[in-house]
């Protein structure tokens, strides 16, 4: 199952508050980890790590950056990097960070290619 398209404009305007961010890297979370079929993917759990100890909010860009590589490779999208680290820059240029991961998924979503792995 594909996930949600989303604008990234307005998830950039909406990173500036603070909760929405909580429950946006929830929701993508959930759509990799059933688009991938990583039952090791817990978006619970990292929002919960990120609740109690705010520096692994650092992570995430990191760790989902790699997932979307690999969710952009299965849908067929050609030259797929791990933009990982660049997530996390831009992320301290003025919320951006969030605007481009949203985009790179976006790509996933609206991709003719690639099925979700089944079970």
């Known amino acids: 199952m594909k996930g949600e398209v989303r604008n990234p404009t307005t998830v950039w305007l909406l990173s500036f508050c603070g909760f929405y961010t909580i429950y946006w890297w929830y929701l993508i979370g959930n759509e990799l980890k059933n688009y991938l079929g990583k039952e090791d993917l ?7 790590i990120t609740l109690l100890c705010f520096p692994y909010m ?3 860009p990191i760790k989902y950056g790699a997932l979307i590589q690999e969710a952009q490779q299965r849908a067929g999208i050609a030259n797929a990097e791990d933009q990982g680290m660049s997530f996390l820059i831009w992320m301290f240029i003025c919320n951006l960070g969030y605007k481009n991961v949203q985009t790179e998924l976006n790509k996933v979503w609206e991709s003719g290619g690639g099925a979700p792995a089944t079970f």
């Open 58 to 60: 650092y992570y995430l």
């Open 42 to 48: 817990n978006p619970t759990m990292d929002i919960i």
